[in-house]
């Protein structure tokens, strides 16, 4: 097995397209993800239950590691499915008060948007929208909505733009105010290094398909003592509470329904899981933790300044105002002409997306800077 080494792509032998570009979009997964899922795969099917302790304890031992990389203890780690089910466990799970204000950011993916829409209207909350450009141009000093308010959410990366928020600057005026601070992280943790602690942040929920190269449906959610101590269990399944499985493996006597929740995280575990998805996340974890976040964060910089250079020398605009960002954008609001743009890379085997009006190029630790002149040549071929 390879070793693995920023700018090398030998890890991902069956990518099809000689440049991919669409890790904000999902990422391919590479040979020791490919193998850890071979390996869940062949234990069930030689010993069925007979394996299942084995994958409880790798998702412990993950816990422990998602922990780490993100500047955490593994208590504060739960295991869910994406990102949605993280917003929508925080979402439903609030003690809020009638009126209760949350504040959300202009252009955000929907997926931090729609569920506290939803709580809004079961709840009685006031929603707030923020100008995200204004936000992130002055660099968090536009916060004054935030006076008040119950709980703040918004991207670390915006999806389709890459601006980085300012995350710190959110963070503690949040602190300030005592109000809650939720993180849509899936456009950023595996590609920038994100602290949970020096940024404040209460809630985190993260996708594994994305920068942190898994499979879909396997993610986790970051919740602070602090956001601990300001839920209730209102969505809860069997595993949501203490000690839930005595009853299958110690003896009679021990089926116990009204057995306290879990006052972690964990308490989201409501059932079974996909032992595939999170060994398929441990593998990829350990991929990220040995090259370490951060030099692929430069990695990333690097490549995305010198391809912004040479579109703009090109004469293309792009939309980057920012660092810490694994996204780099060229808005073509024009529907037809943006279609036929990403075709024109694909035809010259460049994979790049096309969220909301955006060519986006998305590179993470495999892609080499050498690519760059491929795609600023293909680039050149576009009709704009």
Not at 115 to 136: G, H, N, R, S
Request: aromatic content about 8%.
């Amino acid at each position: 097995m390879h070793m693995p080494r920023i700018g090398d792509r030998q890890l991902f032998p069956d990518l099809k397209p000689d440049i991919y570009l669409n890790h904000a979009a999902i990422s391919p997964i590479s040979d020791p993800v490919k193998t850890a899922i071979g390996e869940v795969a062949t234990a069930y099917a030689e010993e069925g239950v007979g394996c299942v302790m084995r994958w409880i304890e790798q998702r412990e031992r993950l816990r422990e590691k998602l922990a780490e990389f993100i500047g955490s203890s593994h208590e504060r780690i739960g295991l869910i499915q994406n990102t949605t089910t993280g917003v929508v466990d925080i979402a439903n799970s609030l003690i809020w008060q009638a009126g209760d204000k949350v504040v959300l950011f202009t252009n955000e993916f929907p997926a931090n948007v729609t569920p506290w829409l939803q709580a809004a209207k079961t709840f009685d909350l006031q929603i707030e929208f923020v100008d995200v450009v204004e936000t992130v141009e002055s660099g968090g000093e536009n916060l004054d909505v935030l006076d008040g308010a119950r709980l703040v959410a918004a991207s670390a990366v915006q999806f389709q733009t890459g601006w980085a928020m300012p995350l710190k600057a959110i963070g503690e005026r949040c602190k300030e105010n005592g109000c809650l601070f939720f993180v849509d992280g899936v456009q950023a943790v595996g590609a920038v290094d994100i602290d949970v602690a020096t940024l404040g942040i209460d809630f985190l929920a993260v996708g594994g398909h994305k920068w942190m190269m898994s499979v879909e449906g396997a993610g986790f959610l970051y919740v602070s003592e602090r956001g601990q101590s300001a839920l209730t269990p209102r969505l809860v399944g069997w595993l949501s509470q203490e000690d839930s499985l005595s009853f299958l493996f110690e003896g009679a006597g021990l089926l116990d329904y009204d057995k306290p929740y879990k006052q972690s995280p964990e308490l989201f575990e409501f059932g079974a899981v996909s032992a595939l998805g999170y060994a398929a996340m441990e593998a990829s974890l350990d991929l990220l933790m040995a090259l370490g976040v951060s030099n692929i964060e430069a990695h990333i910089t690097a490549y995305l300044t010198q391809l912004d250079e040479g579109f703009r020398e090109i004469g293309w605009e792009t939309t980057r105002k920012t660092d810490r960002s694994g996204i780099l954008s060229v808005p073509i609001p024009n529907g037809d002409a943006l279609n036929a743009a990403a075709k024109h890379f694909a035809d010259h085997s460049i994979a790049v997306s096309t969220p909301d009006g955006h060519l986006r190029f998305a590179p993470h630790w495999p892609n080499a800077i050498s690519e760059i002149d491929q795609i600023l040549s293909a680039a050149q071929g576009v009709s704009r």
